[in-house]
């Protein structure tokens, strides 16, 4: 940087946090070092206080020019260079455009919060262990006691690495900070801090397991490398335990040998310990984490890592697709179908649209893994914009799953489980095999009723009955989480006689322990994982066999590798076939498809057991008898004659308040001013309910708008946001605009 100043006039646009799509505009007239750019953070007096804003944009004036005296002064610059290199600067603009949002809430998705509080951007200097002239000597004449064999291993580690080994990777090498402090004590070994930026070499390190990839493996990992050079989005279609895994290591490990950086997104729920552990056993390379399990100085310091290109793997879930990096390789986005990649709350976006965006602009691969790829990906896989490679087959094994409606019509049912299902656990367990029970509903039963009366409570701010749950005796709104006591007497009749209604997976844990009473049952649900390590302690049980019967929600059934687990039943995929959302036969073939994926992954034939009252459902035989591929395939036939997304393209407005008067007339204020533009092709339906009307206190109504042409509805909603954000009838509700909804939520 040179030291020359500039002294001139300068109107500078400033993004900040607020729900308004617009900049604040500041001047600056004073003489700087440095050239205030786009991407800087600024200080800024706000209304009374003062706010960290970002630059969206710099104009010189004429110093003379009379509006400059209605604007105030840049209370003072806190960056010298962009956060974020060019790219994510265009990543940034293209949000701003694509969601209409605005500008200051686009900034506060991408960046740490740290830095949105005017934490300095700067990467802490990272500590090394060295052995000392003392520790080698030590070593030479073998002074060390016989019995420490903790120390030895941790001076012949650091023997093997001349260089030092960072602090934070002791763990690698499996030295324990104590071992370490006590070496330290001795003065074998010596502590120097440096800089961690720059470039790190990543390595391999010899750990393949001498898997060598079969064929479908191979042409996929040359297929991406063949353009490492350019952008190309990609799909890994592959069955459950089929090796994507394996494949995004080899391409991982080409990555680096190339001097640059991956970034790898997955499931909110998939970033398990033996995900990272996958990860940094095979490679010597600085592995970085980013969720939101740290704390704001973690994720600011790892953000940093990466931008400075000081770590060559970037492991995160959905909002690591915005950490910038210096040597961009590849992004891999694993389960690609995953909701967990969609925010759904504050600014609304996909990291899986994103990701294809932002590898665009990186010029990179992008790679999309899944056993079960969304009918989004799928399509723009028939529209060429996504290249197919596929893994069809187990990688270790690849006995066919067979599979049973049990249609629960006229059965008799013990708490949910009908007799066949009963039988076949009991035939699993006698040959010594696994059983997962799967049952996506948490608590011990959905209702408790008076048996007298029919009394049952329903939580007043969300309109829907309160889930009861057993352990505790307290009833829980799972739209809204507020519980209480239950009751043990009838309020409205004073009859004792309570009675659970329904299956919840708590009820079925008793249930299954009554019938199966030598058996050990593990319960997997968000109550029972709570402690952070709950989690991991089931995994490690289940898989020493500890555990007969595995019960849980959805948890369950997502990326682990259960070897000895022979039968999956799926209790009740009523709720889900029944749905009113025209993507629940997609999100019901899609769980059918995964959960079947945790039996007979090893070397045991897996049996599947579908229990529903609609067993005739077409989703159900698709996905049995032609395999996820051919449902998708129907299902994009489906969409396109009912002019469904993917094929059309949807936004819509949601409004909420505690009375349900406003929100109705904001909403059809709305309508009125989009009607003004009824020349472009866009179609309105609503102002309607939401699917859950009344969610925490809050009426909800939506406006969904549909169109063929993507175009014309943004065009409709840039000539109309203005408008609507100065609407009075919009300060009495909370609003907000969705593009591409899904759900409701
Ligand atoms: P996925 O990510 O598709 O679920 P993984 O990559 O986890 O699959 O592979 C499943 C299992 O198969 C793992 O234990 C992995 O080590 C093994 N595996 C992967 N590729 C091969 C191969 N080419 N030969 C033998 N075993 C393999
Ligand atoms: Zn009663
Ligand atoms: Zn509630």
Redesign the pocket.
């Known amino acids: 940087m040179s030291d020359e100043t500039t002294s001139s006039t300068l109107i500078i646009s400033v993004a900040i946090t607020v729900p308004l799509r617009r900049c604040f505009d500041y001047y600056w007239n004073q003489p700087l070092t440095f050239e205030p750019a786009a991407g800087m953070r600024v200080k800024v007096p706000f209304g009374k206080t003062f706010k960290i804003g970002i630059i969206q944009q710099v104009t010189q004036v004429d110093a003379n020019m009379p509006e400059l005296k209605e604007l105030k002064s840049i209370h003072l610059f806190v960056d010298q260079k962009p956060l974020l290199p060019a790219t994510l600067q265009r990543l940034n603009q293209w949000m701003i455009r694509y969601y209409h949002a605005p500008p200051g809430e686009a900034w506060q998705t991408m960046l740490p919060t740290a830095l949105l509080k005017g934490e300095e951007a700067t990467l802490a200097r990272s500590s090394c262990w060295r052995l000392s002239e003392q520790g080698k000597e030590a070593i030479a004449n073998n002074t060390l006691p016989k019995n420490a064999v903790k120390q030895r291993q941790a001076l012949q580690a650091l023997a093997n690495h001349p260089d030092g080994i960072v602090h934070e990777k002791l763990k690698v090498f499996d030295i324990p900070a104590t071992t370490i402090k006590s070496l330290a004590g001795k003065k074998w070994v010596e502590r120097s801090f440096s800089d961690t930026s720059g470039q790190t070499k990543g390595e391999l390190t010899n750990q393949n ?1 001498g ?4 064929d479908a ?1 191979q042409i996929a990992v040359d297929r991406v490398a063949e353009s490492f050079a350019s952008y190309q989005a990609f799909l890994l279609f ?1 069955v ?7 494949v995004y290591l080899r391409l991982i490990e080409k990555v680096i040998a190339q001097g640059k950086q991956a970034l790898v997104l997955v499931p909110e729920i998939g970033l398990t310990p033996q995900t990272l552990k996958r990860f940094q056993d095979r490679f010597n390379a600085e592995v970085t984490l980013l969720h939101s399990g740290m704390t704001e100085k973690q994720r600011l310091q790892g953000w940093l890592k990466a931008r400075e290109g000081a770590s060559n793997i970037i492991i995160g879930t959905r909002s690591a697709l915005f950490v910038p990096m210096a040597n961009p390789g590849i992004i891999i986005i694993d389960e690609e179908h995953d909701m967990s990649f969609r925010q759904q709350q504050g600014f609304r976006y996909s990291a899986r649209d994103l990701a294809l965006v932002r590898a665009n602009f990186e010029q990179i691969p992008v790679l999309l893994g899944s056993a079960t790829p969304s009918v989004e990906t799928l399509y723009n896989v028939e529209k060429n914009k996504i290249i197919q490679l596929e893994l069809k087959h187990k ?2 094994q690849n006995r066919p799953l067979s599979f049973q409606v049990i249609d629960l019509k006229n059965q008799v049912l013990r708490q949910g489980l009908s007799l066949p299902l009963i039988e076949s656990i009991r035939k699993h367990l006698d040959s010594s095999g696994q059983v997962l029970l799967f049952l996506n509903r948490r608590g011990y039963a959905p209702v408790l009723l008076c048996h007298q009366c029919g009394w049952s409570q329903t939580c007043q701010r969300c309109d829907v009955h309160y889930t009861y749950h057993h352990q505790n005796h307290y009833l829980q709104c799972h739209h809204c989480g507020s519980s209480r006591q239950a009751p043990k007497v009838c309020p409205q009749c004073q009859c004792p006689e309570m009675v659970p209604v329904g299956l919840g997976t708590e009820r079925l844990e008793e249930t299954v322990k009554s019938i199966f009473p030598e058996a050990k049952v593990a319960r997997i649900d968000r109550d029972t994982t709570r402690r952070k390590s709950a989690m991991q302690e089931f995994v490690s049980s289940i898989k020493s066999g500890e555990v007969d019967i595995l019960l849980g929600t959805q948890m369950l059934a997502k990326g682990h ?1 259960f070897p000895n687990v022979t039968l999956v039943a799926l209790i009740d995929m009523d709720g889900a076939l029944y749905s009113a959302d025209f993507r629940a036969p997609e999100y019901s073939a899609q769980l059918i498809t995964q959960v079947a994926g945790r039996a007979g992954r090893a070397n045991k034939k897996g049996e599947v057991i579908i229990q529903t009252h609609h067993s005739e459902h077409p989703m159900l035989h698709q996905v049995i008898n032609q395999g996820y591929a051919e449902f998708a395939k129907l299902a994009i036939r489906e969409r396109m004659e009912t002019e469904l997304p993917p094929h059309s393209f949807a936004a819509m407005f949601q409004a909420e308040s505690p009375q349900i008067q406003p929100v109705k007339i904001f909403l059809n204020d709305v309508k009125e001013i989009l009607d003004r533009y009824s020349d472009l092709k866009v179609e309105q339906l609503g102002p309607a309910p939401a699917l859950y009307v009344k969610k925490a206190g809050k009426f909800r109504y939506q406006l969904l708008l549909q169109t063929a042409r993507r175009n014309e509805l943004h065009r409709l909603l840039d000539l109309t946001l203005q408008d609507i954000e100065q609407l009075a009838s919009a300060r009495k509700v909370r609003w907000r605009l969705e593009m591409d909804p899904v759900g409701d939520s």
């Open positions: 397991h898997i060598q990839l079969n493996q592959g459950t335990a089929s090796g994507k895994t394996e990688a270790q590798h």
